[in-house]
Nanobody, 115 residues
Framework: QVQLVESGGGLVQPGGSLRLSCAAS????????MNWYRQAPGQQRTLVAT???????SYADSVQGRFTISRDNAKKTVYLQVTGLKLEDTAVYYC?????????WGKGTLVTVSS
């Protein structure tokens, strides 16, 4: 079993930054592919960033160059550094772990971008 707890969301002005964290419980964190998704009001949940077990990251086109995903296997934590925030980045951000074909989700952290 893997439990995920996100934190770090909040209200930020356009152009601002936040660092989202996702703390995982359970063993073998380093074996998990970790993802960040987001879901804006009235929209479907979409993939924002992925970091593989070897540390290779990938991003949605909409956040490329602004968001950075990283992981600390010793702390069992994955991060999403979000910069240059835009109004359209407002969403609940969810942490996701995939291991051996099983997917786990956190409950999300809300990021609101508003002036």
């Amino acid at each position: 079993q893997v439990q995920l707890v996100e934190s770090g969301g909040g209200l930020v002005q356009p152009g601002g930054s936040l660092r989202l964290s996702c703390a995982a419980s359970g063993s073998f964190f380093s074996a998990n592919v970790m993802n960040w998704y987001r879901q804006a009001p009235g929209q479907q949940r979409t993939l924002v960033a992925t970091i593989r077990t070897d540390g290779v990251a990938s991003y949605a086109d909409s956040v490329q160059g602004r968001f950075t995903i990283s992981r600390d296997n010793a702390k069992k934590t994955v991060y999403l550094q979000v910069t240059g925030l835009k109004l359209e980045d407002t969403a609940v951000y969810y942490c996701n772990a995939v291991r051996a074909g099983v997917t786990y989700w956190g409950k999300g952290t809300l990021v609101t971008v508003s002036s």
